[in-house]
């Protein structure tokens, strides 16, 4: 049984090829057309699932698309008429793209696979856009049986589900429905800080421990936000108050005017300073967001009495949340989806009609402590051949050498406060970077945040940097009480590792407390003492664990900083070229591809540009 | 041909004939659209639509 899965025309369009239960394959569209969250139909990603496993158009049984495009044109026709008149210049803006495009998906997508070689269609189904989520946690998670917890902006009607999976079975328990939505409250607030909606969510995320966390304000805010946007069920089932916001009708999130008078502030204009108001507003929504998780996590469990749960869909990438839903204990076993947001779509969509359209038997995987999405490395990797060529192209001076010495020569390289960028093996699916596209750093260096932010990244430099550890380690840095190979998680760093902090701290500007030295690991300790885990596990990433583990050799130290190898505005690179063009276009030091090495003063003369945004457009 | 079936078979599914109306009035829009060849860029509206 081979299934491909499809998500597409909305945000983060992806592909991913399951064969017999099992995930084959699994890529953006953004990584290889080298526009970010990209949308458009993912003809590369397709064609490289197929690719990778040598399998012809013919061999496939059935595509299936991640949602039902029907179902969400019924959705805003009868939101369009709730509404009326209100809406009609957004209504003017929508049903034209709807008439000339998305009522005839089925159409378009047959188009398109005709365009890549499916001489004839295979079946071709949809799947529900919260089904395609639950599925693509539930079925990789491993366990025979869980709750299900979905939860993002909307899909069809469901903003948030609840779902029980027991083997092939995936069973709806319960649904929140547009137009309340924790996922579109999430993206209203980062409208309103001056943030993109729909990607700039974890900025906000990244923003909330700036805010002073107990003050007068912060708790207004949040009093503000649950009397007069929320009103928030013990189910966890959220009702916004629709006269404060715009998203059903309107081509914002929420009236600016409305909102100021409520907050008493101003919206925050795009990369515009940020004050501590901004900070305290930010981390109220975060606290209301975790608020809405947990209660919506004890619901699942009271109607599931399940020990497992399985999260996914775009809220469930809020780490920070994630964090504080795992300390609870609620569940015994919880499994995240690394690919949570729409992307993921495609994955659980293939795998969904596996189980349950075709009935195929479930796979589990060997230990029961383990899942089925092999890392997260469902990608595209290169051969020597490919990376020669890439040396050749652009005349680039690089050295094959033993992968012992690279693991010796890059930990030497962190160690004197050098970057390195680094490429082994297959791409990591979903938004984090794992260990096989990746910048890395020395963790305890406290200049180089403020260099990897601005030198490299060319971000804003309040944006926190995340550690991979050594699993067997973890504990000597962190309070961890489950292993969190996907990042999705946020924990405190040991509070022997710990300084005391000034008296003032939450009165200092916002670089001045970033740039105090909270811990021994001062890059990857974020401003309230936590950091977002990587644990790196030999199974999956026998590389990325022998380098890290070079390097404690040398230093003592398991944890090195573990960033996405991309530039601000660009998809995370795929290719030894994409590697190789950053690598050129950035203060990156050293780069590895393979077992090649690549000093920064060896190479030539670099004129390339590259499509690094300027801080004003927004990303 | 199929598509229009689609949309006939999901209004008896959902049971939303009430919805026919509408859809038919806006398939004739859209035709006069594509007749006209008139464009239809994506608006910036976030992942509502």
Redesign the interface.
């Known amino acids: 049984m081979k299934v491909l899965g499809i998500s597409a025309y909305y945000h983060d369009s992806a592909a991913a090829l399951t064969i017999n239960g099992l995930t084959i394959a699994a890529a953006q569209e953004e990584r290889f057309s080298r526009k970010k969250h990209d949308a458009s139909f993912p003809t590369n990603a397709i064609k490289y699932c197929l690719d990778h496993q040598a399998t012809s158009p013919h061999q496939i049984d059935a595509i299936v698309f991640y949602d039902k495009p029907l179902l969400k044109f019924e959705r805003l026709l009868e939101t369009y008429y709730s509404f009326a008149p209100k809406g009609l210049f957004s209504f003017q803006s929508a049903i034209p793209v709807w008439l000339k495009d998305k009522m005839f998906l089925k159409r378009q997508i047959k188009t398109e696979l005709k365009a890549i070689g499916f001489e004839k269609i295979p079946k071709l189904l949809f799947t529900e856009h919260h089904l395609s989520h639950a599925a693509s946690a539930f079925y990789p998670s491993g366990f025979k049986e869980a709750a299900i917890l979905t939860i993002d902006g909307v899909g069809e009607w469901a903003t948030a589900s609840i779902c029980y999976g027991n083997d092939r079975s995936i069973k709806v328990l319960k649904e929140l429905k547009f137009p309340h939505s924790l996922g579109l409250l999430y993206s209203a607030f980062t409208y309103f800080l001056g943030f993109k909606v729909n990607s700039g969510e974890y900025k906000l995320m990244g923003l909330a421990p700036y805010g002073k966390p107990v003050s007068t304000q912060v708790q207004l805010f949040e009093e503000i936000i649950l009397t007069e946007l929320v009103d928030l069920k013990e189910d966890g089932s959220i009702f916004l108050n629709q006269t404060y916001f715009t998203y059903t009708t309107g081509l914002r999130m929420v009236s600016d005017k409305q909102w100021q008078k409520l907050f008493n502030m101003s919206r925050r204009l795009p990369d515009t300073k940020i004050e501590l108001v901004h900070c305290n507003l930010a981390l109220a929504i975060q606290r209301v967001t975790e608020k809405v998780v947990q209660k919506m996590a004890v619901e699942a469990k009271k109607l599931t009495n399940s020990e497992n749960l399985c999260l996914a869909g775009g809220v469930a990438l809020n780490c920070v949340s994630n964090g504080k839903l795992l300390s609870k204990k609620l569940f015994k076993n919880v499994f995240i989806q690394p690919a949570a947001g729409d992307a993921g779509g495609a994955l659980g969509a293939a795998l969904a009609t596996e189980h349950i359209y075709f009935n195929q038997e479930r796979v589990y995987p060997k230990k029961s402590d383990k899942d089925l999405m092999f890392g997260a490395f469902l990608g595209p990797s290169f051969s020597e051949k490919e990376i020669l060529a890439m040396v050749n192209k652009y005349e680039a001076i690089g050295f094959k050498v033993s992968y012992h010495s690279i693991y010796k020569t890059v930990a030497e390289a962190l160690n004197s406060g050098l970057i390195v960028g680094w490429m082994q093996g297959r791409m990591e699916f979903g938004p984090r970077t794992l260990g096989c596209r990746s910048i890395l750093a020395d963790a305890r260096d406290p200049q180089i945040q403020k260099k990897l932010n601005l030198k490299i990244k060319n971000r804003e430099s309040f944006r926190p940097f995340a550690p991979s550890v050594l699993a067997e380690d973890a504990n000597k840095y962190f309070d961890l009480t489950s292993p969190s190979p996907y990042m999705l998680q946020t924990q405190p760093v040991l509070k022997e590792r710990c300084r005391k902090k000034p008296d003032n701290y939450y009165e200092q500007p916002i670089l001045d407390k970033l740039y105090f030295e909270r811990s021994d690991l001062p890059a990857i300790t974020h401003i309230d003492y936590s950091a977002r885990i990587q644990t790196v596990h030999k199974e999956t990433n026998e590389h990325y664990h022998n380098l890290i583990s070079a390097f404690k050799a040398l230093t003592g130290c398991s944890v090195v900083i573990n960033t996405s190898f991309n530039v601000r505005g660009e998809p995370i690179v795929c290719t030894p070229e994409d590697a190789y063009s950053c690598f050129m276009n950035t203060e990156i030091d050293l780069l590895v591809i393979g077992q090649y090495l690549f000093h920064k003063k060896d190479q030539p003369h670099w004129s390339r540009g590259s499509n690094i945004k300027s801080p004003s457009i927004l990303d | 041909m199929?598509?229009i079936k689609?949309?006939f078979n999901?209004l008896k599914e959902?049971k939303?004939w009430w919805?026919a109306p509408?859809?038919i009035t806006?398939?004739l829009?859209?035709l006069l659209?594509?007749l006209g060849g008139?464009?239809?860029?994506?608006?910036?509206?976030?992942?509502?639509?």
């Open positions: 199929e598509s689609d949309i999901f959902r939303k919805l509408i859809i806006l398939l829009l859209g659209l594509v008139g464009s239809a860029a994506a608006p910036f509206i976030y992942s509502l639509f």
